[in-house]
T-cell receptor, first 113, second 115 residues
Framework: AQSVTQLGSHVSVSEGALVLLRCNYS??????LFWYVQYPNQGLQLLLK??????LVKGINGFEAEFKKSETSFHLTKPSAHMSDAAEYFC???????????FGAGTRLFVKA | DTAVSQTPKYLVTQMGNDKSIKCEQN?????MYWYKQDSKKFLKIMFS???????INETVPNRFSPKSPDKAHLNLHINSLELGDSAVYFC??????????????FGNGTRLTVT
């Protein structure tokens, strides 16, 4: 069965510092992988997705993620954090040909001035 | 234009009552979902419909009954509400049924509080 593990329920960085949010997945078949962001009192918005075209995926707002099959990882990074990046981030996995998208527990990103 | 819209945004009710949440999407998608987000932000899929046909029915109490009158609408009716039903319920839609890995488009959620 597919699953997603996000390491660290809370991550705190200073404005301008590197953002690294970790995600490991488990899937019996090559998966589709996603990162979503949730701002307070809003629904989730897609940041980026991996669908096997390229291992390094660029998303919105300067975020990118790298798919590493050998490590079953899909970590999210951003070179320089901005105050507006403070939000909850979710990694998600979906099997090819499947209907379900399974979400990780989320990582809350805090950005300090 | 709001792509996925849910009503109401807030719902406060007493235990034992019956309530409904409505969802509509104007993206032309063929698959719609209900997710439940608990107080710790954990998201769990509840149901999914593809072209009005139920395709995902997770382990959810049968007090919860989804209905899809057409592929643009997916409603959720909850009977005999319990304290543990308090959560944020999200509606979402996607274009495909899994083959292309299309992402989910979420509504802004309905915060249900049962007292």
């Amino acid at each position: 069965a597919q699953s997603v593990t996000q390491l660290g329920s809370h991550v705190s960085v200073s404005e301008g510092a590197l953002v690294l949010l970790r995600c490991n997945y488990s899937s019996s078949v090559p998966p589709y992988l996603f990162w979503y962001v949730q701002y307070p009192n809003q629904g989730l918005q897609l940041l980026l997705k991996y669908t096997s075209a390229a291992t390094l995926v660029k998303g919105i707002n300067g975020f990118e993620a790298e798919f590493k099959k050998s490590e079953t990882s899909f970590h999210l990074t951003k070179p320089s954090a901005h105050m507006s990046d403070a939000a909850e981030y979710f990694c998600a996995v979906r099997d090819t040909g499947g209907f379900k998208t399974i979400f990780g527990a989320g990582t809350r990103l805090f950005v300090k001035a | 234009d709001t792509a996925v819209s849910q009503t109401p945004k807030y719902l406060v009710t007493q235990m034992g009552n019956d309530k409904s949440i409505k969802c509509e999407q104007n993206l032309g998608h063929d698959t719609m979902y209900w997710y439940k987000q608990d107080s710790k932000k954990f998201l769990k899929i509840m149901f999914s419909y593809n072209n009005k046909e139920l395709i995902i029915n997770e382990t959810v109490p049968n007090r919860f009954s989804p209905k899809s009158p057409d592929k643009a609408h997916l409603n959720l009716h909850i009977n005999s509400l319990e304290l543990g039903d308090s959560a944020v319920y999200f509606c979402a839609s996607s274009q495909d049924t899994g083959a292309q890995g299309s992402p989910l488009h979420f509504g802004n959620g309905t915060r249900l509080t049962v007292t």
